[in-house]
């Protein structure tokens, strides 16, 4: 094989990359023309074919890339509602938009044939208190099946000074399962009647704490933790409430009320009574709340702080209540003193005095159990000893036995 390499290499000429060419002879047969820019190349591609392949890349590139998550949508970057179809694409729809509008012009103005009638006095007594009813039922029904109305509702743009947005929200809380997790927690794990006899919430209160910390050690300081929303009943760590939560609210009615937060931990044990006694962390009366309320609610700390959850080692976990209860009077502000007795907080004794109701407002609770943090929160935040519980030892049947010798000694 290596003699065969050597005789066909050895059979080409060697030529030099410095020397000139000599021309070809009449022998010789001609050589092909320098490739010009006009004349395609031998092996070239059919003109449709190359074309095809240089335009794919092109189609690539200039197809719309469609996002792959929901675009960011807030008060501060609102987006108005697009319809799904081109005018034209499918009359159907066209004519379903068409039917909607006119119900919705029909509608309007027979509440503003109401509203004029109320307004010139023509109506009074109980007739005009159904007409008013009537109209609050005509001023929803104007709006409530058109789709951009529908759309804000659902993404966060409702303008609820509107009865249609109020309506819808509501709706929707009541409905899709907010509200029924919230109260399936409660009756699940005794907050009533252990707390209140009886709780309605009229209204979502909704709370966020700072996501949980990460398990390496390193990142605990690096990295910047975000508030997330809790969901009733969940196991928060005590490293998370250190810092009290972000409130927020949705109400439905459009004059603004007073209520008071209450934040009560009913599992602090009673070693005297042999039970269970509640610990207020977090008392704020006269608080406004109004559809147009700042959020988060800017609470102030002046009247009890808030001090964080800290369960004593040997218990088990706490159930942490928060709770907005309306005032008797929804403009007049009451007086409670600073300084109340955290320990021992009697909450339907302090509902019964200042005139609060059960039958409304906002309530939302979490669990937690010890850990390292609960220990610090007692030592730098509380100041007091921790301590420490744990069960009755059982009593041993054999103990006088085991206290004499094992066997007995024989007398000589």
């Known amino acids: 094989m290596l003699a065969l390499r050597r005789v066909r290499f050895a059979s080409r000429p060697l030529m030099r990359t410095n020397v000139t060419v000599p021309p070809a002879t009449a022998s010789s047969p001609p050589s092909p023309p320098p490739p010009s820019a006009s004349a395609p190349k031998a092996d070239a591609k059919p003109a449709a ?131 029924d997790l919230l109260m399936e927690r409660i009756h699940q794990m005794n907050v009533v009647p252990d707390v209140l006899p009886d709780l309605r919430p009229s209204f979502d209160l909704r709370i966020n704490f700072p996501e949980p910390p990460p398990q390496s050690v390193y990142l605990r300081t690096r990295v910047k933790r975000r508030y997330v929303p809790v969901e009733p009943g969940i196991y928060l760590l005590n490293e998370q409430t250190k810092k009290p939560p972000r409130l927020y609210t949705t109400v439905f009615h459009t004059d603004p009320r007073l209520y008071t937060l209450l934040m009560i931990d009913p599992d602090v044990p009673d070693e005297e009574n042999a039970t269970f006694t509640t610990y207020l962390h977090w008392l704020q009366p006269n608080v406004t709340l109004s559809p147009s309320s700042t959020l988060p609610l800017p609470l102030a700390t002046t009247h009890t702080p808030y001090i964080p959850p800290h369960p004593a080692r040997g218990t088990p976990y706490h159930r942490y209540v928060l709770l907005l209860l309306p005032q008797a009077s929804p403009t007049e502000r009451i007086h409670v003193p600073t300084g109340l007795e955290r320990c021992g907080f009697d909450v339907r004794k302090f509902i019964e005095e200042y005139g609060l109701r059960t039958d409304g407002g906002g309530a939302h609770m979490w669990r937690s159990v010890w850990d390292e943090e609960s220990s610090r929160i007692w030592n730098e935040v509380i100041k007091m000893a921790e301590p420490r519980y744990g069960h009755m030892p059982r009593p041993d049947p054999y103990a006088e036995l085991k206290s004499k010798p094992k066997y007995a000694s024989v007398e000589a």
């Open 49 to 179: 074919a190359a074309d095809a392949t240089e335009e794919a890349p092109a189609k690539t590139r200039g197809r719309k890339r469609y996002p792959t998550r929901r675009p960011f949508i807030t008060a501060e970057r609102p987006r108005e509602w697009c319809r799904p179809l081109a005018p034209g694409v499918l009359p159907a729809y066209d004519e379903a938009l068409r039917v909607i509008e006119a119900d919705s012009q029909a509608v309007k103005k027979e509440a503003e044939e109401v509203r004029a009638k109320l307004a010139d006095g023509e109506l009074i007594g109980e007739e005009a208190e159904k007409e008013r009813k009537r109209l609050d039922i005509l001023d929803v029904m104007a709006e409530v099946n058109l789709p951009d109305v529908r759309w804000k509702a659902a993404n966060g743009l409702a303008d609820l000074s509107k009865p249609v947005y109020r309506h819808l929200v509501e709706q929707r809380w009541r409905q899709e399962g907010a509200l």
